[in-house]
């Protein structure tokens, strides 16, 4: 019986980690430090509040992942359908060095950060980042319309972007 408990609070506690829903970024996400591609620190807060008044895209992506890569010829349509949209990428490469290459490489357009705390770091924790791609999608005024969406074709996050 007691293997059964151990087991079914595993399981459920599993299920609500991928099923998290958050409508806000915590004081520790929003404080987390991105660098930009002139090499500056920013809070991601900073990054949201310049967007304040747009929705925004956001792509959590790195330029080695091959499910990244194999889902931006779908981001790259919905910048051309959402032109009202903006699109933000936040990058977990290894290194500025091939972050910026693949921007470069891969011809995305928007606007770049390079996640310099990574996976574990505030950002990449609240987010519960457990695989990339990882899309989200904020309102206007900052709030979460979309938490997890690991394909561009999920209903949820299209239905967002309307």
């Known amino acids: 019986m007691k293997h059964i408990l151990v087991f079914t609070l595993f399981i459920t506690t ?7 829903n958050e409508t806000q970024f915590s004081l520790e996400a929003l404080n987390d430090k991105l660098i ?3 090499g500056d620190s920013v809070s991601f807060k ?10 925004v895209f956001v792509d959590v992506w790195a330029s080695w992942c091959k499910d990244c890569l194999k889902g931006l010829p779908g981001v790259k349509k919905l ?3 959402h032109q009202e949209i ?8 290894k290194s500025q ?3 910026k290459k693949g921007i470069d490489r891969l011809k995305i357009s928007g606007e770049h950060y390079f996640m310099q705390s ?6 990449g924790t609240f987010l519960g980042l457990d695989w990339i791609p990882r899309y989200l999608i904020i309102d206007k005024d900052g709030g979460i319309k979309v938490f997890n969406a690991i394909e561009t074709t999920d209903k ?3 239905n967002n972007l309307k």
């Open 14 to 20: 599993v299920l609500s980690c991928q099923n998290r």
């Open 36 to 38: 930009n591609l002139q």
């Open 46 to 55: 900073s990054i949201l509040e310049k967007h304040k008044g747009s929705a």
């Open 79 to 81: 910048q051309e359908t």
């Open 86 to 93: 903006d699109f933000v990428f936040l990058s977990l490469d």
């Open 97 to 99: 060095v091939a972050w």
């Open 118 to 123: 990574g996976w574990k770091g505030a950002l």
């Open 156 to 158: 949820k996050l299209l």
